[in-house]
């Protein structure tokens, strides 16, 4: 069992930059991958990043490519999202999730965090 919590939303205008984290408890965090989604109001949930449960390897949606960065720290149970030159329509609400796979397929993902609001004002 892996219970996630989200920090780090809050309000920014275009351009600027936000870290999110994702505090996971649960001694085997570290066999997890981790994913990171978001949804927008009237919109599906969807793929932001991915990473390995080794760190290694990250996947990016294309939208984010660039400008965001998956990492994680499995000495403290924690990955993080860095989201530089943020977008309006980067607005959402962003979740972390750990499955066995980094997979941009939400369902295949086992525990989710209860998200985090981001906002990106014009």
Do not use: H
Not at 9 to 31: E, I, K, N
Not at 53 to 76: E, I, L, M, P, Q
């Amino acid at each position: 069992q892996v219970q996630l919590v989200e920090s780090g939303g809050g309000l920014v205008q275009a351009g600027g930059s936000l870290r999110l984290s994702c505090a996971a408890s649960g001694r085997t965090f570290s066999m997890y991958a981790m994913g990171w989604f978001r949804q927008a109001p009237g919109k599906e949930r969807e793929f932001v990043a991915g990473i390995s449960w080794t760190g290694r390897t990250t996947y990016y949606a294309d939208s984010v490519k660039g400008r965001f960065t998956f990492s994680r720290d499995n000495a403290k149970n924690t990955v993080y999202l860095q989201m530089n030159s943020l977008k309006p329509e980067d607005t959402a609400v962003y979740y972390c999730a750990a499955g066995q796979v980094p997979t941009a397929r939400a369902e295949a993902y086992d525990y989710w965090g209860q998200g985090t609001q981001v906002t990106v004002s014009s």
